[in-house]
Structure formats: structure tokens, C-alpha cells
């Protein structure tokens, strides 16, 4: 044994344990969904081939696969547009959602007198909006991003306001019998005391943006994923319908990862949430 081999204290059996777990659960974390996915694939290619089933009503993976490969022009310009409306939509939403948030942090008078509104626009579904909207506004790319925004509006608003008002009210005293002025105290603690609570409406309202553009795409005339999945159907073109709805599957999945990431960078190195656990 070398001098450095001595210097070095060998693992107790409980800390090699646990070390061991560590490293099944990092793998496992992408091979386990990893596996199902491919699992879920094969069965669904198997049932295809045991009934026989017609590639009008169900057809195989690697037809889609075909078809998305063969369609990949019209595909991806109309997911272009779809996410032209997405980010735009997300976008607004986190001004209009931050702003009022901190309006309302300022003033009850003034959250008691808006919030139920933005409870209205959010429990009315928006194929019942957009008939209103379309009669209103004249703009096809205003259309889909107003009903887009009104869907992710509101996990921004209300989990911000949340974190707006969850602020400790020790640190609170404190500031203002340090003398800090509002601005200070909403610059210095209310926000970055919210700033988790934003970032999960944030994950929230991505996902939703997405859905909102959508489903405005496929109630009024777009361009967008939508358009391709309504005239899919019509035609009983299911390999095209099925590569669209993976589109709109992975970009969801994609927008939600991204958010993840930057929740997680912003956070890492001060918020329990994100800071890494001991065991």
C-alpha cells in the first residue's frame, strides 16, 4: 500500500451506501423513463402489426417517423409559428403578470379590487373567449396572442403575488424600523423572496402558453401546428397528425426543461429547493 493509499480514509459501510444510491439514482433518473419510452414504442408498433390496424386510423412509429421527415418544411414553419406566439404570449404574460403582482403587493385595496377579474379570465375556458375576441379584434396574430397570453397570465400573477406576500414578518419589521423605505423593502426582500414562487408559475405558464396557442390556432384560421393537426384529420392523414402532436409534445417538454434550467440556475446557490440535499 502507497504512502497516498494510507492517507486516504476508506468508506464506512453506511457513507459507501449511500454513495452507491447516489449513483443508481442519477442513472436511473434518465434510464427509467428512457426504457418505459421505448417499451411504450414497441407496444404500440406490436399492437399495429398483431390487429392489423390500417395506418389511416393508428399508424406505426417509423411511418410517423417517415412522415415527419418527409413533411419537415411544413411542419417545423408552422411550429415556428407556433412558437412565435408561444414566447410572445410568455413574455407578456411575465410583465403583465410581475407588474400587477408588485401593484397588488403594494396596495389591498387595489388586489381586492382587480384579482377577481384575473380569477374570471382564468376560469372561463378560452374556446368560450375566442368568439369575443374574433368579433373585437381584426388581427389574426393579435387573436392568437391575446388568447395565448390570457392562459398563461395567471399562475404568473397569482404565485408572485403569493411570494409578495409571504415574506417573513420579522425581516419585515426590521426593514422598516431600519428605516427602508417601500421601494426598499420591495426591491431588497420582497422580491427576491418571491423569486421562487415566480419561477414555478413561470414553469407553469410555459406549458400553458403553448396550449393557449394551440387551441386559439385551432378555433380561429393560423398557420400554426394546430392548422396542420385540423387538416390531418380531415384528409384521415393520421401519420401526419400523429408527427405533429409529437411536435407539440416535445417542444412542451423542451419549454419546460429550459424553464427547469433556469429556475435551478437562479436558485442554486441560495434557496432550500434547490440546494442540494444531505442525506
Known amino acids: 500500500m502507497t504512502a497516498i493509499e494510507e492517507q486516504i480514509p476508506a468508506l464506512d459501510p453506511e457513507e459507501a451506501r449511500r454513495v452507491r444510491q447516489e449513483r443508481f439514482e442519477r442513472i436511473g433518473r434518465w434510464l427509467l423513463p428512457l426504457a418505459i419510452m421505448i417499451l411504450a414504442i414497441w ?39 407556433t412558437l412565435r406566439i408561444t414566447f410572445l404570449s410568455l413574455l407578456l404574460a411575465v410583465v403583465g403578470g410581475v407588474g400587477l403582482a408588485v401593484l397588488f403587493a403594494q396596495s389591498k385595496w387595489v388586489e381586492m379590487s382587480f384579482f377577481p377579474f384575473a380569477i374570471v379570465l382564468q376560469v372561463t375556458p378560452i374556446v368560450a373567449i375566442f368568439p369575443l375576441i374574433n368579433i373585437y379584434v381584426d388581427n389574426q396574430t393579435t387573436k392568437l396572442l391575446l388568447c395565448a397570453w390570457i392562459v398563461a397570465f395567471f399562475p404568473i400573477l397569482s404565485n408572485t ?29 420582497r422580491l427576491p423572496a418571491a423569486m421562487p414562487y415566480f419561477l414555478g408559475g413561470l414553469k407553469i405558464a410555459g406549458g400553458l402558453s403553448l396550449i ?21 384529420g380531415y384528409r384521415l392523414n393520421a401519420p401526419r397528425l400523429f408527427a405533429a402532436l409529437i411536435l407539440i409534445s416535445l417542444t412542451g417538454i423542451l419549454i419546460f426543461l429550459v424553464l427547469s434550467l433556469i429556475s435551478h440556475l437562479i436558485l442554486r446557490r441560495w434557496h432550500e429547493s434547490a440546494l442540494r440535499q444531505e442525506r
Not at 409578495?164 to 423605505?181: E, I, P
Not at 385551432?218 to 401546428?225: M, N, R, Y
Open 43 to 81: 407496444l404500440w408498433d406490436r399492437i399495429c402489426v398483431w390487429n392489423d390496424i390500417p395506418k389511416y386510423i393508428l399508424p406505426r412509429p417509423g411511418v410517423v417517423l417517415q412522415t415527419l421527415h418527409d413533411d419537415a418544411g411544413l411542419l417545423f414553419s408552422s411550429l415556428l409559428v
Open 161 to 189: 403575488t403569493l411570494g409578495l406576500n409571504s415574506v417573513d414578518r420579522n425581516l419585515r419589521d426590521m426593514f422598516k424600523l431600519n428605516g427602508a423605505t417601500r421601494w426598499q423593502q420591495l426591491r431588497y426582500l
Open 212 to 232: 393557449g396557442a394551440v387551441v386559439a390556432g385551432a378555433t380561429g384560421q393560423s398557420s400554426g401546428l394546430a392548422s396542420r393537426i385540423i387538416e390531418a
